[in-house]
């Protein structure tokens, strides 16, 4: 995905990888890698940890990721579905709550001013 985005970095958009899991992560340096070269990129990683796993690793990310370079910003959020399950409107604003702000950092670190957009026949 990193790959796939880093193409992409010219154009006007702004996307969102959803991942789901029911496993640890195996290689936790590499996924640390991988989001760190993420954070200068037009995008933000969802991870949802599914089931009763030890999710440790995982809920430790925030504290793990240590930016490279001044334009480094947090990219990842992690949440146990278990936590929410019952309450799956806590689960939706807990997820996306950081959303508007990861755009925002974003826009603002790469100097990307928002775009007016005309419509036609806006009455």
């Known amino acids: 995905m990193v ?7 010219h154009k006007s958009e702004y996307n969102i ?3 789901i899991t029911n496993e640890p992560v195996a290689d936790m340096e590499k996924t640390i890698t991988e989001i760190n070269k993420a954070s ?4 933000s990683i ?10 440790q690793k995982l809920e430790m990310l925030k504290t793990e990721i240590t930016p490279e370079g001044s334009s480094s910003r947090e990219t990842a959020k992690f949440w146990k579905f278990n936590r929410s399950k019952d309450r799956l409107g806590e689960l939706t604003e807990k997820v996306l ?27």
Do not use: A, C, T, W
Not at 3 to 9: G, L, N, P, Q
Not at 46 to 55: A, C, N, R, V
Not at 97 to 109: D, F, H, K, R, T
């Open 97 to 123: 709550s950081g959303i508007p702000e990861q755009i925002v950092e974003y826009m603002s670190l790469n100097r990307i001013e928002p775009k007016i957009v005309q419509h036609d026949n806006v009455q």
């Open 17 to 19: 990888m959803l991942v």
């Open 40 to 43: 200068n990129l037009p995008m």
């Open 46 to 55: 969802l991870i949802i940890g599914l089931g009763d796993k030890d999710f």
């Open 3 to 9: 790959e796939y985005m880093e193409k992409r970095k």
